[in-house]
């Protein structure tokens, strides 16, 4: 099984930054895609960045981009997510989750959700 511990969402004020970390445990192919994604209150989840595990072709919504960074540190078994420029629609529960091609497949991650890192920016 593939664990998954998202952390560093917190309460930042419009226009600030937080940096996410989801740590990887267990066993899974570096070659799939890692991705974040979020759901705000009364609304689906969505997913906002996705990356190859070993740091390739990167994905963006674009609603986040040229705002949200994500990266991977193979060695530490970690996928982070920089978030710049924050507005108040950024507001969510942010998870990590795994799978194949995920900013172009119609198929579910593979990964069971966590708890997420609650995200909230104050305007």
């Known amino acids: 099984q593939v664990q998954l511990a998202e952390s560093g969402g917190g309460l930042v004020q419009a226009g600030g930054s937080l940096r996410l970390s989801c740590a990887a445990s267990?066993?899974?192919?570096?070659?799939?895609?890692w991705g974040w994604y979020r759901q705000a209150p009364g609304k689906e989840r969505e997913m906002v960045a996705a990356i190859r595990w070993s740091g390739g072709r990167t994905f963006y919504a674009d609603s986040v981009k040229g705002r949200f960074t994500i990266s991977t540190n193979s060695a530490m078994n970690t996928v982070y997510l920089e978030m710049n420029s924050l507005k108040s629609e950024d507001t969510a529960i942010y998870y990590c989750n795994w799978g194949l091609n995920l900013a172009t497949s119609t198929r579910p991650p593979f990964g069971s959700w966590g708890q997420g890192t609650q995200v909230t920016v104050s305007s």
């Open positions: 267990g066993r899974f192919f570096s070659g799939y895609d």
